[in-house]
């Protein structure tokens, strides 16, 4: 009974991870229908500026966080703006032959500079150990995440139903021509967009070095995972990635916990069953 | 008075079809136009290709002195062109309220004016965009426009599958506005003589040329040619 108490904990963190990074995906997917497999390499981005923070300025590792974030949010904007928005109107397959150039370029670069080892960082010492609660010993580590999480998504909401950019965005979204043709900077409001999800996913993956590794396979190792969020959530929403990042990560944690031999493959069986169940996605407004 | 709005042998259509075949004509601030013609003649491309969202072929488009015919549609409605579309766009996760602040910009339509004009909207103004009926779409169309506080309101076919009760309540909302409003306007309708009686000039397009331009008064009056250029209800 604790063990399974242990494993939805444990699943429950890595999904909040998972839609930490995954969230800025879904934005951009439902707003210019690009298909960005890049997405992984920035929040490879925030996790080794995290790391390289930590060691050439002894920074501790909670300070490094927002560099993580801003860090991603600056190279995901000048990505979007020099080179992704060349290539909105193009076909997806030029989409995607583009993007995951870039991530062999991004694996390449991190290669070179950090090696491939992996990396690490030293959480502070009150996030180490276990906090028991109720009889079942929970990670703090991992509590940290799934409050942070939590907060994100609740800031992220407020942002997206109540201030004015928020409602442009949606606007956007809805119909990008009489948005534009009613004033709102489309052009705008996407970079804006693409900046922050890459700032969330950096963000996610200096929160992530502990929980999903770092190495310069980062973005391939994961990227069927961001994809799989994405999709089956729904692009476009917030809610529908959310559950299925949870659902997602509960399940990985689950499978290869009970069933290691099975490996990833009840997520995929999970996910297609999701899938065919809810075609358009769990809480998007498009297929 | 210097033109507000100057069209100049404007070609222009969807990729390569050309639907616009060399159109040009002026508007001097707060003046009104109707646009006439029958289905499929070019009226909705017109606007469009005011607003910048079609494929211009050759031409020029100035407004407010600058010459906007590369502009994207975002920079002419910032200009000052106040767009309320044919097909109403409204915006299914917005709601009523948000429509009217979301692109709103400074000027004499504040929320408070719109919902004194349109009390209707006041009591939806939580409703989602497509919560609405047919009637309330379009005043949101209309007042979204009007919330920019645009120098130049383009309506395209206000009165579009209404019911004739909504159709004269709305006239009277658009003939006030367009005549105490101290905006110009360009209103395309099917109803040719409503449009006439709120109007001061006309022009008729047919397959994309203009075939006809004079006082909205003397069309009216005219009601030989007007049966000619446009199908007209009654
Ligand atoms: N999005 C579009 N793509 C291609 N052709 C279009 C499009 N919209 C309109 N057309 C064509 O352009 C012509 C003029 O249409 P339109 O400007 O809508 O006419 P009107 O508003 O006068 O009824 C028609 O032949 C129509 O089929
Ligand atoms: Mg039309």
Not at chain 1, 140 to 165: Q, S
Not at chain 2, 171 to 187: D, H, P, Q
């Amino acid at each position: 009974m604790t063990s399974v108490i242990g494993v939805l904990f444990d699943g429950l963190a890595y999904g909040s991870l998972l839609f930490l990074v995954a969230v800025g995906l879904s934005i951009t997917m439902g707003l210019m229908n690009f298909i960005n497999l890049a997405h992984g390499a920035f929040a490879m981005i925030g996790g080794y500026f995290s790391v390289w923070l930590t060691q050439k300025t002894g920074l501790p590792f909670l300070a490094t966080l927002p560099f993580a974030f801003f860090g991603a949010g600056l190279a995901g904007l000048a990505a979007e703006r020099l080179l992704f928005q060349r290539l909105y109107k193009a076909s997806h397959l030029d989409q995607v032959l583009f993007t995951v150039g870039f991530v062999f370029s991004s694996i390449a670069a991190a290669h070179y500079f950090f090696g491939a080892g992996q990396q690490f960082v030293s959480t502070p010492g009150f996030l180490q150990g276990q906090l028991r609660v109720a009889g079942v010993d929970l990670g703090k580590y991992r509590l940290f995440l799934i409050a942070v999480v939590i907060l994100l998504t609740i800031a992220l909401h407020l942002m997206f139903a109540k201030t004015r950019f928020g409602a442009q965005v949606r606007a956007s979204v809805d119909n990008q021509d009489a948005a534009a043709g009613l004033g709102v900077n489309v052009g705008l409001v996407f970079s804006l967009c693409f900046a922050l999800g890459s700032g969330l996913a950096g963000l996610g993956g200096a929160l992530g070095v502990e929980v999903l590794g770092l190495d310069p396979t980062f973005p391939l190792k994961y990227m069927v995972y961001f994809l799989l969020v994405v999709v089956v959530g729904g692009a476009g929403s917030l809610r529908g990635p959310l559950i299925a990042a949870l659902i997602l990560g509960v399940f990985d944690v689950a499978g290869k916990y009970f069933i290691p031999q099975a490996g990833a493959f009840i997520i995929y069986v999970l996910m297609i069953a999701l899938l065919l169940a809810f075609p358009s996605g769990l809480g998007g407004r498009r297929a | 008075m210097t033109d507000l709005l100057r069209v100049e042998a404007l070609c222009a259509g969807y990729g390569q079809a050309r639907v616009l075949d060399g159109i040009s004509f002026a508007m001097k601030p707060g003046e009104s136009l109707a646009l006439l013609g029958r289905n499929g003649v070019g009226k909705s491309t017109l606007i469009r290709s005011l607003m910048g969202l079609t494929k211009r072929h050759s031409g020029s488009v100035f407004f407010g002195g600058a010459d906007l015919s590369a502009a994207s549609p975002t920079r002419r409605a910032r200009a000052g062109l106040g767009w309320a579309p044919q097909e109403r766009a409204m915006f299914p996760s917005l709601t009523v309220e948000e429509h009217l602040t979301t692109t709103a910009r400074p000027g004499p339509w504040t929320l408070e004016k719109i919902y004194e004009v349109f009390p209707r909207l006041r009591e939806r103004r939580l409703n989602m965009g497509d919560q609405l009926s047919g009637g309330e779409q379009q005043m949101v169309a209309i007042a979204r426009a009007l919330t920019t506080n645009p120098r130049l309101l383009l309506l395209d076919e206000p009165m579009e599958g209404l019911a004739p009760i909504i159709v004269q309540e709305l006239a009277a909302v658009i003939g006030r506005l367009i005549r105490e409003g101290g905006m110009a306007a360009i209103v395309v309708e099917q109803h040719a003589r409503l449009a006439l009686s709120m109007t001061e000039r006309a022009m008729v397009l047919d397959r994309g040329r203009v075939v006809h331009e004079s006082s909205s008064e003397s069309l009216l009056r005219d009601s030989e040619t007007l049966g000619r250029l446009v199908a007209v209800a009654a």
